[in-house]
């Protein structure tokens, strides 16, 4: 790599100001490469098309005003302290760049593509993010305030500490890669789709849910609270740790084909319809839920489950096992349907916090009582 040089003039001018053009007047596509821009503020209004930028480093750089790129290239740039206030980027891709304190303000992205890339501190704030493709790019504390993120995808990124606030976020997929310590806070979700990554810690609290869909994660650390959510669903997932809903209402729950369910709790929330299938959990707890919809377990291994207070509709379990303890305290079902259901030898019951002999009794017990 040869020693970065500055702007010319006539480079100073075509790229914030006057771009280059055919000789019919149309816009020219044009190259910069091996060039530093430091401390540079461009404010005018002007419409970047074919810009390919190659091999350069912007550091405290401001793009402020009526700036529309189209169709732009950055490959191998990095970003240090930029600014991009109210621009236009229409389908620009960032090939291997680097974002070190970058900041996107009012700005459009729209159908844009980010690939093997890197950054840090990136802050997104009254920004539209449409169309939008992430591919082998890790993200250090990114924040997204105040903005919509709709028909993104998301493949092998490893993302830390990604923070959304007052967003509206629709048909994002996420696809492998990593999600750490993230949080949605006070998001109108439409549809988010985690496949194939491995979650730690993921916080969504406040706003509103569509749908929630987890496939073949492995995870520790869910949490939702003071939501309302249509659908959440966990599919095939190996491990699910520590799962929760608190305070919350959630129209259909289903867990189908996961490996290993561990510590799902639901406290004080309201249940349409809840559906546990072909999975294995262990130290389950319902607390103070209030279900109008049915309750279904089949074909799982239960290890230790706990239903406290609440209110349930009705209840069936079929094909399934329950080892270690089954606690049923302050809770009755409408209607419970039990078949082919195996008690583990050794398994403790316990009713109205007492424990009691056997299960005939428990069953007696809380079946429409």
């Not at 430091?38 to 005003?65: I, K, M, P, S, Y």
């Not at 504390?141 to 903005?147: A, D, I, L, P, Y």
């Not at 259901?341 to 398994?347: A, I, K, M, S």
Request: charged residues 30%; negative net charge; aromatic residues 6%.
């Amino acid at each position: 790599m040869e020693r970065r040089t500055s702007l010319s003039a006539e480079e100073r001018r075509a790229l914030s100001e006057r771009p280059p053009r055919d000789d019919q007047g149309r816009p020219a596509p044009w190259r910069l490469a091996g060039r530093e821009i430091v401390d540079e503020r461009f404010t005018g209004a002007v419409v970047q098309e074919g810009l390919e930028v190659v091999d350069a480093a912007l550091r405290g750089f401001t793009w402020a005003g009526d700036v529309v790129l189209r169709d732009c290239v950055f490959r191998d740039v990095a970003f240090e302290r930029v600014a991009f206030v109210g621009v236009r980027f229409d389908h620009v891709t960032f090939e291997r760049c680097s974002f070190d304190e970058a900041r996107f303000d009012g700005c459009e992205l729209s159908g844009c593509h980010f690939v093997a890339g890197a950054a840090t501190l990136l802050n997104m704030r009254r920004c539209v993010v449409r169309d939008v493709e992430l591919d082998g790019v890790a993200v250090d504390s990114w924040t997204v305030r105040e903005g919509r993120l709709a028909n993104c995808t998301l493949r092998d990124c490893t993302l830390d500490a990604l923070r959304a606030a007052n967003c509206a976020i629709d048909q994002v997929v996420v696809e492998g890669g990593a999600l750490r310590s993230a949080e949605l806070t006070l998001a109108d979700v439409g549809a988010l789709r985690i496949a194939g990554a491995t979650i730690k810690r993921l916080r969504v609290v406040g706003g509103e849910l569509g749908s929630l869909t987890l496939v073949d994660v492995d995870a520790d650390d869910l949490a939702l609270a003071d939501v309302r959510a249509q659908a959440l669903r966990f599919e095939r997932c190996v491990n699910l740790v520590s799962p929760r809903a608190l305070d919350s209402a959630v129209r259909s729950l289903t867990i189908d084909r996961c490996t290993q369910v561990i510590g799902l709790l639901l406290h004080n929330c309201e249940v349409g319809q809840l559906a546990l299938a072909r999975s294995r959990l262990q130290h389950t707890t319902f607390a103070a839920v209030r279900a109008a919809g049915p309750l279904r377990i089949d074909d799982c291994a239960l290890a230790g489950l706990v239903v406290r207070d609440g209110a349930w509709a009705e209840a069936s379990i079929a094909g399934s096992r329950i080892e270690e303890y089954l606690a049923v305290d302050r809770a009755r079902f409408a209607a419970l349907r039990r078949r082919d259901v195996v008690e583990g030898e050794g398994l403790r019951y316990q009713l109205d916090g007492s424990p009691v002999a056997d299960g005939a009794t428990l069953w007696g017990a809380i079946d429409g009582a």
